[in-house]
């Protein structure tokens, strides 16, 4: 079993430097949601999503060894400008994974930060932040370090970018991510992101993903305070156990390529999530007016049409509409013609199934 010492790393020869490596990290989008954790960014459920293509962060970690090595030193950037806010929540990242790295304090990092999408959306920036960013430091490990494999290096960057962002451990690698233990699937963990361990079905071969942007606005909540918002909730402890069995029906579902039970549980998962907000206390509507008018015609446009076009939302407004590639013109039309309206600036995201994170030098 694996466990938090796994990660610990204390061999590594510092005899290295300077140097620099760039990763970009996608996005995810989970079917089952991850609502509720305990303590150590621990998910009170287990949650599996679909790796996005897209949407992705792309990171520039810089590094050069310093004399003074008592402190974390590091410049952060966002599109090539000097980002104070953000500084904060790396500096958070930077303790929480010392025991793990305890090399960062003798480096000077420069943090080069973009997104291909909109910050603070409900697309799950931190998400692909926090995995782009544990991927360059796994680079810099490996570079301390070469003895570590390829999985190693996954794993763990799997585990450092859960300590940033619970979701964003199941932005490393594969196309469908499994985070949180479950008794059905093998080698899944509370510590990190395991591939999805069964066949997908081809039904779910580069399933599309168009992210209709309602609201680009800052969320109402952070999703920090939307989980502490599960502690006490009434119907906590009944969600954690249809997490899981939703889970064990998905799984089926993605092995034998049922597509109308996957709409089913992704759609109600999605209204669960929001529903856990409208009744915690205090209580959030993150939805807007026209997340609902897009639901509705989603659901009238597949009764019609009899096209298998769903939708699920993150802790937010914005719709994700998911359907099999087969019928992408069909339904990038019925966007262009019905929804695009109920989107902010008319604007939205073409999406697809992607791999994770991938070094770009």
């Known amino acids: 079993m694996i466990s938090e010492k796994n990660f610990v790393q204390n061999e590594y020869n510092l005899q290295v430097e300077n140097g ?7 996005s995810n989008i989970a079917l089952v949601k991850y609502w509720g954790k305990k303590e150590h960014q ?3 459920n ?40 953000f500084k904060p929540k790396i500096l958070k990242f930077f303790q929480r994974i010392e025991q793990y790295c305890p090399y960062l304090k003798e480096f000077h990092f420069t943090i080069d930060t973009e997104n291909t999408f909109p910050h603070s959306s409900g697309i799950a920036s931190s998400a692909s932040g926090m995995a782009a960013l544990a991927v360059n430091v796994m680079s810099l490990e490996k570079l301390l370090n070469p003895s570590i494999s390829e999985e190693y290096f996954n794993q763990k960057a799997s585990f450092l970018a859960r300590l940033g962002s619970g979701s964003a451990c199941r932005s ?54 939307g989980h502490d918002l ?14 899981h069995l939703n889970l064990s029906a998905l799984k089926i579902v993605l092995e034998n390529g049922d ?18 907000m ?3 206390m205090p209580y959030f509507i993150l939805m807007k007016p026209n997340t609902l008018e897009i639901i509705n015609k989603i659901w009238k446009y597949r009764t019609q049409m009899q096209i298998p076009v769903c939708f699920t939302l993150d802790a937010g407004a914005n719709v994700h509409v998911l359907y099999p590639e087969n019928v992408k013109e069909n339904v990038l039309q019925f966007i262009k013609d019905e929804l695009v309206g ?5 604007q939205y995201i073409c999406d697809e199934i992607g791999a994770g994170a991938v070094r770009c030098n």
Request: hydrophobic share 35%.
């Open 46 to 85: 287990p949650s599996i999503s679909f790796t996005l293509n897209n949407c992705k962060t792309i990171t520039k970690l810089t590094f050069a060894k310093k004399q003074n090595n008592g402190t974390f030193s590091f410049d952060l950037l966002f599109e090539g400008k000097p980002k104070e806010d």
């Open 342 to 346: 109920y989107c902010q600036n008319g």
């Open 278 to 280: 409208m009744t915690s």
């Open 259 to 276: 597509v109308q039970q996957f709409i089913k549980i992704v759609e109600s998962e999605a209204l669960t999530l929001h529903a856990m």
């Open 42 to 44: 621990i998910p009170a």
């Open 230 to 243: 599960m502690f006490g909730h009434p119907f906590a402890q009944q969600r954690f156990l249809q997490a």
């Open 20 to 26: 620099s490596f760039q990763w970009s990290a996608p």
């Open 172 to 225: 490393i690698k594969g196309e469908v991510v499994v985070w949180g233990n479950h008794k059905e699937i093998s080698g899944s963990s509370d510590l990190f992101g395991v591939e999805f361990p069964s066949n997908i079905h081809d039904n779910f071969k580069n399933y599309q993903d168009t992210i209709l942007l309602v609201d680009k606005g800052e969320k109402q909540v952070s999703s920090t305070v």
